[in-house]
């Protein structure tokens, strides 16, 4: 287990976290509300009652003489509420729970002082010595003095933390179910999770929330995929060129080495050392050929003709390459073409130059004495397409049409594979490496173009390049 697991928390501890705190925030917040709303409740009714004892304390005490008052108060209203008979300038005559001449005057009371104006008072009054509150009823009565009832509660705080202890048990209890809760809600959670197929992600029914985790492991998967299958196709290519390219080596190293082993032992004739050495002298520009061939192919594989593309008149690098190979072309009795206007693409010059020259070269190489090869470039009269789903740009078109022996229509798509060749007996004759289509294809690509063949066996060949316009 790797140390980032070990700061994270279980499925089940997440649930049972959040659960419980969500519980005991639920219970502690509808405890303390319907607890005030009950406390309230019970002291307004409370209040109320205590008001009525006032009324029906007075209407006794108004039915009785004044002088009759304190003796009526003393045998009739005994009892938990405290009776308070106060006279109209707010001393105490009666009080049923203390001595009257310990105490103050009531005058400034509120509850004495509003009874005298209205008639009639109820208040609520906290003692923060005792934490309790005490509920005054006042009446005024016929003859001016006021009679008070007052009982002692407690007060809301001190009522809340009666209800603590319940409070606490009931979250003790929640705590319990919900951990209970929590495993079977993870258990039934987990359950589709861990059945998951991850070798077919998108097959799996799995909750909707985790689709975009599913799509994302699919994608990764076929990206994984396609990945080992180039991977796999690029080392099966590796091999291939390794041993074509030994293979091609061998032939020229074998007829360097045979005749200069003859003419170091001496075994040539005078007469036949000049041909022994035009032999190797040509085996030799061959291999150099191919060397040269394959360090363009590799520096093409490796992208290391630059990042920075430059302004290329492929129309000036197709006369600049013709005149290259105008000796060659003499040779075999060729005739090359250059024809169209000036077209500029943006990339490699040095590889733009070695594609048109792999064309051209391969035009004179494989055609007749007497034939042509002809290089058109230009720009195209219309928007052209050069990848599926992309809008069409201005393009630079180049086509090199030859008079050879064409190309099957079935074998088009092979020519630009490295070492292939349509007539391998014909190939040998004219010494070509079988890696100029390859380079080409490699450098069409490189420069976002496009390239196919046209043209019918035994009509010659059309190379057709796309290129987008500079």
């Not at 045998?75 to 308070?84: K, M, W």
């Amino acid at each position: 287990m790797s140390p980032t697991h070990l700061r994270v928390k279980s499925l089940a501890g997440k649930i049972f976290t959040g659960v419980l705190a969500f519980t005991m925030g639920v219970i502690l917040v509808l405890g303390v509300a319907m607890t005030t709303i009950y406390y309230l409740s019970y002291e307004h009714d409370a209040e109320a009652e205590l008001a009525a004892s006032a009324q029906d304390a007075a209407a006794y005490l108004n039915a009785s003489p004044p002088d009759a008052n304190i003796p009526a108060l003393e045998e009739q209203f005994a009892g938990l509420t405290r009776y308070t008979l106060i006279a109209p300038d707010g001393w105490v005559l009666y009080d049923s729970a203390a001595d009257p001449a310990t105490m103050e005057n009531h005058a400034s009371r509120p509850e004495v002082r509003e009874a005298g104006e209205n008639g009639q008072a109820a208040t609520m009054r906290f003692s923060a010595t005792l934490g309790t509150d005490t509920v005054y009823a006042a009446v005024k009565l016929d003859d001016g003095s006021i009679i008070r009832l007052s009982e002692t509660r407690h007060s809301l705080l001190a009522f809340l933390g009666d209800m603590l202890v319940p409070l606490i048990v009931a979250v003790c209890v929640a705590a319990v179910l919900v951990l209970v809760l929590s495993k079977a809600l993870t258990s039934r959670i987990m359950k589709p999770i861990d059945a998951l197929n991850f070798a077919d992600p998108l097959e799996n029914e799995i909750y909707e929330e985790m689709d975009p985790l599913l799509i994302r492991i699919d994608e990764q998967q076929r990206r994984l995929l396609l990945q080992n299958r180039e991977l796999a196709e690029a080392e099966n290519m590796r091999r291939d060129f390794s041993s074509n390219v030994s293979h091609e080596m061998k032939t020229p190293l074998q007829v360097i080495s045979g005749y200069a082993e003859l003419m170091k032992n001496d075994m040539v004739q005078p007469d036949d050392r000049q041909k022994f050495a035009a032999l190797i002298y040509e085996e030799a520009q061959a291999m150099r050929s191919l060397i040269n061939d394959v360090l363009t192919l590799s520096r093409l594989d490796e992208s290391a003709f630059g990042d920075d593309p430059v302004l290329i008149d492929l129309h000036a690098v197709a006369g600049r390459v013709a005149g290259r190979l105008a000796s060659f072309a003499a040779e075999q009795g060729v005739e090359v073409r250059v024809e169209g206007t000036a077209a500029h693409i943006a990339g490699s010059e040095t590889l733009a130059e070695e594609m048109l020259y792999n064309l051209i070269e391969n035009g004179i190489r494989y055609n007749h004495e007497g034939g042509s090869v002809a290089m058109l470039v230009g720009r195209e009269t219309e928007p052209c397409v050069l990848s599926e789903g992309e809008d069409p740009v201005e393009c630079v078109c180049v086509r090199v049409s030859d008079t050879g022996p064409g190309i099957p229509e079935e074998l088009r798509d092979k020519v630009f594979e490295r070492f292939f060749r349509v007539d391998k007996s014909r190939s040998k004759e004219t010494g070509g490496t079988g890696l100029g289509l390859a380079i080409v294809k490699h450098a069409v690509l490189y420069h976002h173009g496009t390239i196919k063949v046209e043209g019918a066996e035994g009509e010659g060949t059309t190379f057709v390049l796309r290129f987008p316009a500079a």
